[in-house]
């Protein structure tokens, strides 16, 4: 009794320069079944210059921005007030889901703290 079983496509990607020994021992073990495809070179760019980046900023709320940079900062909310000089964590926390706003004074206390400017704090650079 004969049984007929499909071998499964294998993919392996190999990334930089692949020695001539390599590619040979490929092309022996594998045969017309080798598919060698080369990718162009991988274009960097800014996140901060796509339209992805921008989209996602102009959704972005002041209290969203806050809990961003504080996360950033390593912060909890009940740090970033003791730095502020004893703002409880409930300030923080109203400030980042928009139940408190965020006077002129406080963004200037907030940005100095997380080593950004208040219009960038509060999205006025947009």
């Not at 926390?93 to 208040?118: C, N, Q, T, Y």
């Amino acid at each position: 009794m004969q049984v007929v079983a499909k071998t499964p496509r294998i993919e392996v990607r190999i990334t930089g320069e692949i020695s001539a020994g390599l590619l040979r021992a490929l092309e022996k073990e594998c045969g017309r079944a080798l598919e060698i495809i080369t990718e162009p070179d991988e274009e960097y760019v800014d996140a901060m210059e796509t339209d992805w980046y921008r989209d996602a900023k102009a959704g972005l709320t002041p209290g969203e921005t806050l809990r961003i940079y504080r996360e950033n900062a390593g912060l909890t909310q009940a740090g970033l007030g003791m730095v502020l000089g004893n703002v409880p964590r409930q300030h923080i926390s109203g400030m980042e889901h928009g139940r408190r706003a965020i006077s002129m004074e406080m963004a200037k206390r907030l940005a100095a703290a997380l080593g950004v400017s208040p219009a960038r704090l509060l999205g006025l650079d947009r």
